[in-house]
């Protein structure tokens, strides 16, 4: 019989799989205990928890579910606009913002294209890029940060798309604003740059890149409500861009693509500030405190300025197994070759303190460090 594959399209054959944080349920069947016994700091959720609000929101929403969404998410995309000082016609909707990076790379990539992205930068761009049969060009990382004039030295002809994480996960090296400018002063023209600050409401300090969408730049910037909104679970994500990117970025969207209890969460937890102030101080409190313990423990660890901290351990996929075992999940991250790490998400102080007495205990087992 004649495989499958020789009727798929090829360049799915050799595509890479996701892989998500292990979920609670999951962890808690194998250990056989209960799924509260766990603390997952695995994939930069919200430790608050969703935002009020939204949740309020929500559930005033599920009794319309009969009902198609808006499906030009017309409130939403205008609460936006209005929120960040650009026009509705400059803001598009994603289910997540991770299906806005695929609209990129339908709308913008094909057979002989090339996408530039900086070594470990978030691994959603190589899928999405392998998606449409495109090359990924990925430009050295030594230090763990991206470097523009590497990632500009990639471009050639054939360059569509240039991927920026702002700050980027796993790594939480944030690029400033010094470098953004004198990358946008020399990329050229047949190059779309997407500037993906799914963190960026952690930041003190946070870099403006919307003055290029502003501009009419070839730029995209794409957030989420999957981090600091604590809404992850429903899929909302968002891009905002000059109107005639956008206008090509609808074409490759399906009608419905964000649901109607999705938007009216987003909605809310958009208006909901004393959420968003809230869990950025637990995740500021968090993340020194975990910094601080990873230098009381000698390990090697990379000042993030997201909601997570990459943390040197030795054996990755070992010091993951073994804080499982003591009922704490982190991300091994050999997917992206940094075997001797793990990223662990800033949780509650309670969830934080409960991570590094487990993390003292498996460094003192583990014979590489
Ligand atoms: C978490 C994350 C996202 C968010 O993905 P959603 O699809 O919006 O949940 C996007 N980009 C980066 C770099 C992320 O870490």
Redesign the pocket.
């Known amino acids: 019989m004649r495989s499958v594959w020789e009727l798929a399209n090829p360049q799915l054959k050799d595509q890479i799989v996701y892989e998500p944080g292990k979920p609670i349920e999951e962890t808690a069947r194998e250990l056989g205990i209960a799924p509260e016994d766990i603390v997952k700091l695995a994939s930069?959720e919200n430790p608050l928890g969703p935002s009020p609000l939204a949740v309020v929101a929500m559930r005033e929403a599920v009794g319309n579910v009969h009902l198609y969404p808006d499906g030009s998410g017309y409130y939403l995309r205008e609460a936006i606009a209005k929120r960040v000082g650009v026009a509705r016609e400059n803001v598009i909707l994603?289910n997540?913002?991770?299906?806005i990076?695929e609209f990129l790379a339908h709308a913008f990539l094909n057979r002989g294209d090339t996408a530039v992205v900086s070594q470990y930068a978030?691994i959603?761009y190589k899928i999405a890029a392998t998606l449409f049969d495109a090359a990924v060009i990925e430009t050295p990382s030594p230090d763990y940060r991206h470097h523009l004039n590497a990632m500009l030295r990639g471009v050639t002809s054939n360059t569509r798309l240039i991927l920026i994480?702002n700050p980027?996960?796993p790594t939480g090296t944030l690029i400033p604003q010094r470098e953004i400018d004198d990358f946008m002063n020399q990329v050229p023209e047949h190059v779309v740059t997407v500037f993906?600050e799914?963190?960026y409401e952690f930041l003190d300090q946070p870099p403006d890149v919307l003055q290029y969408v502003r501009m009419g730049r070839n730029v995209v910037v794409?957030r989420?409500?999957?981090?600091i909104h604590g809404l992850?679970g429903v899929?909302?994500?968002y891009a905002m861009a000059p109107a005639p990117i956008i206008e090509v970025l609808q074409k490759a969207r399906e009608p419905f693509n964000v649901s109607s209890i999705a938007q009216a969460g987003a909605l809310a937890a958009l208006q909901d500030k004393e959420h968003q102030r809230r869990t950025k101080e637990t995740v500021d409190a968090g993340r020194a405190y975990l910094e601080k313990e990873f230098k009381h423990l000698g390990v090697e660890f990379i000042p993030g300025a997201a909601n997570f901290v990459m943390v040197r351990v030795g054996d990755g996929r070992r010091t993951f197994q073994e804080m499982l075992a003591r009922k704490v999940i982190v991300r091994p991250l050999a997917g992206y070759g940094l075997t001797e790490w793990v990223r662990i998400s800033v949780g509650t102080m309670e969830q934080n303190e409960r991570c590094i007495s487990a993390l003292k205990e498996v460094l003192k087992t583990n014979p590489t460090t």
């Open positions: 930069n994603g997540g913002s991770n299906e990076i978030f959603a994480a980027n996960n993906d799914a963190y794409v989420t409500f999957s981090k992850a899929r909302v994500g």
